[in-house]
């Protein structure tokens, strides 16, 4: 794959397998992830569920949270990434508000396992009856 001739350069030839390295590793990492992400549906078809509704009760019990819908938590190279609405109280200031996201995404990440989290993405929303 690399060509050693005469005139290349013999750092980019080095560059070059640094990258290859890089790429080799990034596919056996992917790869071991699925083959995670596989095992994981075979022995547990309800995880989905099951990590949803862990992630709504952590995310309720943290202070100022109001209300939590549209969880969503997705799972790809045995990360898990999540979405999620929050209701705050609409009198926070959108520092706050950011403040008790913040708290939402730390408290999501110990809940599922803080190295097995790539995400947590949260839309916070002032609380006003709404379906
Ligand atoms: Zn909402």
Redesign the pocket.
Known sequence: MLSRNSSADPREAEVREALMAICINTAVWTAKGRVRDREERHARPNLKKELVRIVERVALSVDSVEEV?DVKVRSYGGMYYVDM?I?VDPDLSVEEAHRVAERVEETVKKALGSGRVVEVLIHY?PTTP?N
Request: proline share 0%; charged share 40%; aromatic share 0%.
């Open positions: 819908h609405k209701h929303e709404h």
